[in-house]
């Protein structure tokens, strides 16, 4: 069975950044993709990047373009959200999840098969 667990988060000031990290356990990752979403209150749960483990293709909403990084570290099966430069609009829950037929639609929810529980970012403005 396949985990994910996120940790990182926290309550950061404006222009602050934060590195959120993706622990993955149960499955060889390699045809894996690795997304991560945000859900603030109220809203729906939306795509912010993903990682395919496979050649390391990362990809990012227009939001975070440019104040996001993805990177993994293959021993430890984690991948890592760099976080920069957040503003009060990036507060958020932001869940990991994990795609293992690698699907094309990176930004859709539903090709997602694991979730974790998701780690809390506030930004103060």
């Known amino acids: 069975q396949v985990q994910l667990v996120e940790s990182g988060g926290g309550l950061v000031q404006a222009g602050g950044s934060l590195r959120l990290s993706c622990a993955a356990s149960g499955r060889t990752f390699s045809s894996y993709t690795m997304g991560w979403f945000r859900q603030a209150p109220g809203k729906e749960r939306e795509f912010v990047a993903a990682?395919?483990?496979?050649?390391?293709?990362?990809y990012y909403a227009d939001s975070v373009q440019g104040r996001f990084t993805l990177s993994r570290d293959n021993p430890k099966n984690t991948v890592y959200l760099q976080v920069n430069s957040l503003k009060p609009e990036d507060t958020a829950v932001y869940y990991c999840?994990?795609?293992?037929?690698?699907?094309?639609?990176?930004?859709?929810?539903?090709?997602?098969?694991?979730w974790g529980q998701g780690t809390q970012v506030t930004v103060s403005s």
């Open positions: 990682l395919r483990w496979s050649g390391g293709y990362t």
């Open positions: 999840a994990a795609d293992r037929h690698g699907s094309i639609s990176y930004w859709t929810i539903n090709v997602y098969d694991y």
